[in-house]
């Protein structure tokens, strides 16, 4: 069965400092994969979503950057995080199939402070 | 520009109660619509998937309805219990798109 991993569940960095988020997915392979972000009250907004390895399309300019260093691992960077970069960010994966289910990680909170 | 609305924001049922969540969408050009469930602080769990080219999916106490021509999509919950207490998504892919488009969500409670 397929699994989505996503690190760290928590955290609280200071304005300008760097971030790393890393999800990864098992058993299965070129994946889809997708960053969204989940602010306060609002709905999920796609950060950025790769159909394979080094492919990275940006949905929103911002203070972020995506990265696909290897099939099945994406991160979300940003050099210098923001206030308004503070929200619940989330990882999924879907099939290669247009229209397929698409599956969520268990998501990540951070708070710039 | 695909547009998907959630009303209401927020619902509070007895238990016990069936009920009925709404989703509505602006171009009615989809492969196929999902309604996702969120718990406080998790991710997203899939609960059901209906293609285009059908009407509803069931699964349990959950019926999920899909109309294109009015753009709108139902969830019905039979039966409401406590632990169905949780925010629920719709989201539909549309055509030409590898990308899902998501409501705001409807924040129901299920009071026991």
């Known amino acids: 069965s397929q699994t989505i991993h996503q690190w760290p569940a928590t955290l609280v960095q200071p304005v300008g400092s760097p971030l790393s988020l890393e999800c990864t997915v098992e058993?299965?392979?070129?994946?889809?994969l997708y960053w969204y972000r989940q602010a306060a009250g609002r709905g999920l907004q796609l950060l950025f979503y790769?159909?394979?390895?080094?492919?990275i399309s940006s949905e929103v300019p911002q203070n972020l950057s995506a990265s696909r260093p290897q099939d099945r691992q994406f991160i979300l960077s940003s050099k210098k995080l923001l206030l308004s970069d503070s929200g619940f960010y989330l990882c999924a994966w879907s099939r290669q199939v247009p229209g397929n289910t698409i599956y969520f990680g268990e998501g990540s909170w951070l708070t710039v402070v | 520009k695909q547009e998907v609305t959630q009303i209401p924001a927020a619902l509070s049922v007895p238990e016990g109660e069936n009920l009925v969540l709404n989703c509505s969408f602006t171009d009615s050009a989809i492969y196929n619509l999902q309604w996702f469930r969120q718990d406080p602080g998790k991710g997203l769990t899939s609960l059901l998937l209906?293609?285009?080219?059908?009407r509803e999916q069931t699964s349990g106490r959950l019926n999920a309805s899909l109309d294109k021509s009015s753009g709108r999509s139902t969830l019905y919950i039979a039966a409401s219990q406590p632990g169905d207490s949780a925010t629920y998504l719709c989201?539909?892919?549309?055509?030409?798109?590898?990308?899902?488009?998501f409501g705001t969500g409807t924040r129901l409670t299920i009071i026991p």
């Open positions: 989201a539909l892919y549309a055509f030409g798109n590898e990308k899902l488009t």
């Open positions: 790769s159909v394979g390895i080094g492919q």
């Open positions: 058993g299965t392979s070129n994946p889809n």
């Open positions: 209906i293609q285009s080219s059908q």
